[in-house]
């Protein structure tokens, strides 16, 4: 460890905030009255402090191991490197829908952001039954922006050679890879379920079309770097706000991108696919056949926003001589197909793999049950269907298999 990598402790907070000046600008350190760990996810330490005025930023510390598990499974702490650079170019391109960072500790792995404690995660107002109208389509509109303005269509060609050299995370990105592609259908022994849905953990292991499928996605994923893709786009990373007493989104913020890297850009995609299928397998579980359609009704909104940033960027391309509109039409064809087997990718590993999610998680044992069932039949469903197919399709074919489990 180096020397002065010490973890951040909430006693510490204040001072660590006075002697950072991008920080202390933000806040005032000597009239604190909060200062909180609130970290949900994974993997890090992140605190929260507020002053007596109502300001407050966010300090993220990563830990040089698996939160979740601790010692015992080491990771590199290096990785807010990833989300720093990550999380300033895709600011760059939409800074209405990124998180603002505002101070790096290299030293310390530390990462400063602006204070989003007036917005709540996506994954838990889902769980919690609200909307947020228009969150799917910011998420949409953030893929296109980072698919474009981070590819070779958006940058000349030095920049790009130098955005993917600082982006390669091979230590993120093989956790993906294990857990995302691999471990749904081969056990390394971190998999898990209930005694009622062995069966069914078993039956995803033992089909070929499902596995095949993984082989050639996880191919994509460790050979496509098409963009600097967010790498990890749930319902968890998204922050979500309406206004007190609308069902409306008037602000939606990305963060969390440390496994970012060049890939393909339908992982991400794929990603909020799959967690759409999750809120919506809630929802249906407990009864709420309305609230389920609606789950599901946010993939098309996401994939329609993210065609349409595409293609509004798409003039500004670097070179329309053999970039023509007829290869436009060819890329948007393939990401979406991909889409449907990144997010039978993402959708199993939640259901029988180390790191489930609260959509399922939280539910009573008798309904998680069918929850699980529906979901893993879904990703089935999801590898057995032609790649031509519309993102609405993608909603029905999973809507069908959560309904009939
Ligand atoms: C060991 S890390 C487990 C998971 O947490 C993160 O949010 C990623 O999804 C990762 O796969
Ligand atoms: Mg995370």
């Avoid at 909060?34 to 996810?41: F, L, N, R």
């Avoid at 958006?154 to 471990?183: H, K, M, S």
């Avoid at 850009?265 to 990603?271: H, M, P």
Wanted: proline share 4%; with cysteine.
């Amino acid at each position: 460890m180096e020397a002065d990598y010490r973890f951040l402790t909430v006693d510490e907070v204040p001072g660590y905030l006075a002697s950072v000046p991008a920080l202390a600008e933000r806040i005032d350190a000597g009239r604190l009255v909060s200062v909180g760990e609130i970290g949900d996810g994974n993997l890090n330490l992140v605190f929260l402090a507020k002053d007596a005025d109502g300001r407050g930023v966010v300090v993220k510390q990563a830990l040089p191991y698996v939160r979740m598990v601790g010692e015992g499974w080491p990771m590199t702490p290096e990785r807010e490197k990833h989300e720093i650079q990550s999380l300033l170019a895709h600011h760059a391109l939409v800074p209405e829908l990124v998180v603002e960072v505002l101070h790096h500790d290299e030293g310390r792995h530390i990462i400063g952001m602006e204070d989003l404690s007036d917005h709540q995660v996506w994954r838990h107002a889902l769980n919690d039954g609200a909307t947020h109208d228009g969150a799917a389509a910011a998420v949409g509109r953030y893929i296109g922006a980072v698919a474009f303005g981070t590819s070779v269509f958006g940058l000349g060609r030095q920049e790009l050679a130098d955005a993917q050299a600082a982006a390669i995370n091979p230590e993120l990105c093989e956790i993906t890879e294990d857990l995302v592609f691999t471990e749904p259908s081969v056990d390394a022994g971190r998999n898990e379920v209930l005694p009622e849905n062995e069966p069914d953990a078993a039956a995803l292991a033992a089909d070929d079309t499902f596995v095949d499928a993984m082989g050639r996605a996880k191919y994509a994923f460790m050979t496509h770097g098409e963009a600097l893709i967010h790498g990890d786009l749930h319902t968890g990373s998204v922050m979500v706000r309406a206004p007190q007493g609308s069902t409306v989104a008037d602000s939606v913020k990305v963060f969390d991108s440390e496994f970012a890297f060049y890939g393909p850009v339908a992982f991400d995609i794929g990603a909020s696919w799959a967690n759409y299928v999750l809120a919506a397998s809630r929802a249906f579980a407990m009864g709420d056949d309305a609230r389920g359609q609606w789950a599901l009704g946010l993939v098309d909104q996401t994939w329609q926003a993210f065609e349409a940033e595409f293609r509004t960027r798409w003039p500004e391309r670097v070179d329309p001589r053999v970039w023509r509109d007829s290869f436009l039409e060819e890329r948007i064809a393939a990401w979406r197909a991909e889409a449907w087997v990144f997010a039978a990718a993402k959708m199993s590993r939640r259901i029988v793999g180390a790191a489930k999610v609260t959509d399922v998680q939280t539910l009573p044992p008798d309904l998680r049950v069918g929850a699980a069932r529906g979901v893993l039949a879904a990703a089935r469903a999801a590898v057995r269907v032609s790649g031509d197919r519309s993102a609405t399709a993608f909603s029905e074919l999973c809507g069908a298999e959560l309904v009939r489990h």
